[in-house]
Nanobody
Framework: QVRLVESGGGLVQAGDSLRLSCAASGRPISTYAMGWFRRAPGKEREFLAAISYDGAATYHPDSAQGRFTISRDNAKNTVYLQINNLKPEDTAVYFC?????????????????WGQGTQVTVSS
């Protein structure tokens, strides 16, 4: 069973950038797609980005295009989420998850393992 631990969150100002990390342990994640999600206070979980097992394909919803970039380093067993031009509405807990398959997907039902999340708070 894989364990996922997110890091890199914190309190930032509007306009700043952050790179979140998701470190996996227990076994390699190199054959699985990975995804990033977030949950803001009072809102449902929101899909942000997914990446295929080899990093060759990524998928972002229209709402995340341009500011959110997912990447991975399988040698380090780590996945990243770069967030640029942060806004107060980006305040949320950010989660990474391992997919059931090798291809990138936005379908939350196709993710089996989840981290505990890292808090991102953006002040105006």
């Amino acid at each position: 069973q894989v364990r996922l631990v997110e890091s890199g969150g914190g309190l930032v100002q509007a306009g700043d950038s952050l790179r979140l990390s998701c470190a996996a342990s227990g076994r390699p994640i190199s054959t699985y797609a990975m995804g990033w999600f977030r949950r803001a206070p009072g809102k449902e979980r929101e899909f942000l980005a997914a990446i295929s097992y080899d990093g060759a394909a990524t998928y972002h919803p229209d709402s995340a295009q341009g500011r959110f970039t997912i990447s991975r380093d399988n040698a380090k067993n780590t996945v990243y989420l770069q967030i640029n031009n942060l806004k107060p509405e980006d305040t949320a807990v950010y989660f990474c998850a391992e997919g059931s398959f090798s291809w990138a997907t936005m379908n939350v039902e196709h993710y089996d393992f989840w981290g505990q999340g890292t808090q991102v708070t953006v002040s105006s």
